[in-house]
Nanobody, 118 residues
């Protein structure tokens, strides 16, 4: 019953910015970690950023300093601010969460496409 819905993707030129959103539903009153992954055509899905329940964050080396993950607990929404985008950032971006209680598990959104042109 947990559902994640990503939005905010689009097409931008290199150097541009996008802000992705991931709205979660199906759980309340719990702490969850939320993260972002991405997958380019023909490649494996790779880690991008994570926000732990403690509030600590971590990033893949390829995006560190350019991307920022944040969370609005009241809305159960996580964001990914992407600045100085590069063509190699082009991918389908997925949100991931753990859920909690009887809904504990690993849940993925359907993805939102980010395309960066040179």
């Amino acid at each position: 019953q947990v559902q994640l819905v990503e939005s905010g993707g689009g097409s931008v030129q290199a150097g541009g910015s996008l802000r992705l959103s991931c709205a979660a539903s199906g759980y309340t009153n719990c702490r969850v970690e939320m993260s972002w992954y991405r997958q380019a055509p023909g490649k494996e899905r790779e880690f991008v950023a994570i926000r732990y329940s403690s509030g600590n964050t971590d990033y893949a080396g390829t995006v560190k300093g350019r991307f920022t993950i944040s969370q609005d607990n009241a809305k159960n929404t996580v964001y990914l601010q992407m600045n100085n985008l590069k063509p190699e950032d082009t991918a389908l971006y997925y949100c991931k969460t753990t859920g909690c209680g009887i809904r504990r598990g690993i849940y993925w959104g359907q993805g939102t496409q980010v395309t960066v042109s040179s």
